[in-house]
Every structure is written in C-alpha cells, then in structure tokens.
C-alpha cells in the first residue's frame, strides 16, 4: 500500500492538440505500394494527423500547453519550467521550448528542449521532477510536440506509414497530494543509435545537393530490431521501476505505454501478465506520436474516465537513441 506523502510532485493537469486533417490508411493506398489491410494487422493503425503547412512543433505545443493550463486552473506565470520534447524542433536554435514559453505567456519558465526521442516525455517528465526536488521551482510543464509528416519520407512504406503529427502536455507541481510520481527507471544505449535516425541535416552530414537527393534527411528505421528491442526494454524497465517502491506488475492498473505498434503493445501485456483492458491504446486513431504520445493517451485515458483515485498508473515508452524507461505514478 503507497502511503501517500504531501511532499510529493504530482501531476495537476494534462492536455493534448493534433491537427485536424487525418490520413487514413486508404488514402496511403492511393500514394504507395500498401494496403489498409498491412498496416492494420501489422501495426494497429488506422489514421493519423497531418499539421498544416504553416503550423510548426511550437504551434502544436501551445496549442497543448493551453489546454493542459486550463486543466490545472493556473495562471501561466506559475510555471517554473518548461521541458520541450521533439525530434524536428521549429528551428536548430532557439529551442521550441523558448518559442512556446512566448506563444503561452510562461513568462517566469527556464526554458529548454530534451532530445530522448520517443522517449522524450517521459525522460522530460523525469528531468523536471529532478530539477524540481532540488531546486525552489514548484510548477513545471512537459510537452511532447512531434511534426513526423515532413521527417518521413513519404516514398518509403517501411517508415511513412506509422507515424503521425501531434503534441501533448503535462503539469506537474510540487505538494501534492495524489497523482504522485513515486517511481522511475531510465536507460540509453548508444550502440543502438544506428536503428532508427535522420542521417544528415547535422554536423555529421550537413544539408547539400548530395544528401536531399540521396534522401538522407528523413527517418531510416531497421524496424524488427527495434520492435525487439522495445519490447524487451519496456517491460524490463517497468518491473525494474515498480520493484523500487516494492510494487510488482499485479499492482498495475493502467499501463501507458509509448503507442508505436498495436503488436508490440500486446507482447508487452503478455510479457507483464496483464489483461488487455489494462493497456490504454489510442494509435489507431494517430499513429506514433513519439514524445507526443504518452501525453495524448494520458490525457484520454482521464477524460475516458479510465483512471481513478488510488490506481497505480505505469508510462513506459522507446525511442531512438537507444532510450527507454518507465514512470510509476499513484493516482
Ligand atoms: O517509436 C519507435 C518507432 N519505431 C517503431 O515502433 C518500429 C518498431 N517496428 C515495427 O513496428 C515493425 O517492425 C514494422 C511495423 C515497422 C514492420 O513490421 P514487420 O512485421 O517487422 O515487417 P517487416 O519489416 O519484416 O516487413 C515484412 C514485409 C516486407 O516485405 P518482404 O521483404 O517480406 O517481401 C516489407 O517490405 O512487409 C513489407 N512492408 C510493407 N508492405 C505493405 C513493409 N512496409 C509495408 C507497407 N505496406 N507499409
């Protein structure tokens, strides 16, 4: 039994913004060589959102930052901190997290981009919570912002497919009794770092003629290696962070996983002995996400009404990088 500690950050308010316009995996049949019928039964998804031309990853954030502050009922100058998490930021500098701080009136925010990938919310959530136990911030803001409709490479079926665009928020605030962070596990794996990248557009291999016409600027992906690897890695790093508050995967009620691949999110749930309806799913609707996407689901696994008072709620997400880990929160 968790006993509950006044001390504690705990999350005040969540909030998430995808584009209007939706791809669906018909509209993909007309453009490449797949079918509705692949994608479906191969990775779960159905849809996903697509950002307007002129929308960029800090059009997304505000956009979820706005709600999740409405949610928490707080002045914007409360926040502390703000943690951008996004593989394709507005710009190489300044950080998308300064930009949004703008766009929201964060105006007492230390403000600064996290690179974890698809695992950047939850390495984000992690970091402020770690910054905020040290230092006299008392309110901080994550957000996952992801625009994968111009990182993908729209030729490749082997990667356009499963991603799509969005951008979710968290607020967490220190003092709070329930919704508590009570546990965390976190690892990286460079060797790994070769499986799923952008290979130019940085100091590697800057942008010319050669690498736009080679395609080097969009997502490579050795895709079974790295399903392997996600789903070994997530279920590891949820018992890992769970036996550090001597809970073990029964006391589960709601696992969040990163929401890449319908599959690998059932071997997961085989793996931890979970029921199915233990696992909040929502990539049908908008494909990977990346750092998006454990902010989206959480935030509809509230409003669905799927969490209550008391639960043991699990975040667990993969990414490049390597990266992974896993967040125990009691609700
Ligand atoms: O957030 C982290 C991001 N990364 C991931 O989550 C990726 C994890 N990996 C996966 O989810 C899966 O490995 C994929 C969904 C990417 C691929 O599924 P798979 O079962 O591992 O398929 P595969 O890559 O082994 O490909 C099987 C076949 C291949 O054809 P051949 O070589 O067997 O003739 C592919 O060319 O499926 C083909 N294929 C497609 N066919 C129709 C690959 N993509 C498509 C497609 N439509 N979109």
């Known amino acids: 039994m968790i006993k509950e500690n006044s001390n504690k950050i705990g999350i005040i308010g969540t909030g998430f913004y995808v584009p209007e316009k939706i791809l669906t995996n018909f509209d993909l049949e007309k453009k490449l060589n797949t079918t509705d019928e692949w994608i479906k039964t191969r990775t779960g998804i159905e849809e996903r959102r697509i950002a307007d031309e002129k929308e960029a990853a800090s059009d997304l954030a505000a956009k979820a930052g706005a709600k999740a502050l409405k949610d928490a009922d707080i002045n914007p100058k409360e926040i502390d901190l703000l943690i951008i998490a996004t593989h394709f930021p507005d710009h190489y500098f300044p950080s998308t997290a300064c930009i949004t701080q703008h766009k929201l009136g964060l105006e007492n925010a230390v403000c600064f981009d996290l690179s974890a990938a698809c695992s950047g919310s939850i390495y984000s959530l ?45 607020i967490i605030k220190k003092g709070q009794k329930g919704k508590n962070i009570i546990s965390f596990d976190f690892g990286s794996d460079g060797s790994g770092s070769d499986l799923l990248k952008i290979p130019a557009g940085g100091s590697r291999l800057p942008a010319t003629k050669k690498t736009i016409k080679q395609r080097q600027h969009y997502i490579k992906m050795e895709g079974r290696k790295v399903y392997k690897f996600a789903t070994k890695r997530m279920v590891e790093s949820v018992i890992k962070a769970l036996n550090k508050v001597d809970l073990t995967r029964k006391d589960i009620d709601l696992l969040i996983p990163h929401q890449a691949n319908l599959r690998i999110l059932k071997a997961v749930a085989k793996k931890l002995h979970l029921p199915i309806k233990k696992i909040m799913i929502n990539l049908e609707k908008y494909g990977n996400t990346s750092a998006a996407s454990i902010p989206i689901a959480l935030d509809e696994a509230i409003t669905q009404g799927k969490i209550k008072k008391g639960d043991i709620v699990v975040l667990t997400a993969f990414g490049a990088g390597l990266t992974w880990g896993a967040i125990v929160i009691c609700w």
């Open 126 to 170: 992690f970091v402020a919570e770690s910054i905020m136990k040290n230092s006299n911030y008392n309110t901080a803001m994550i957000i996952g912002t992801e625009i994968f409709s111009r990182t993908v490479d729209w030729k490749d079926r082997n990667t356009c497919v499963l991603f799509g665009d969005g951008a979710g928020a968290i």
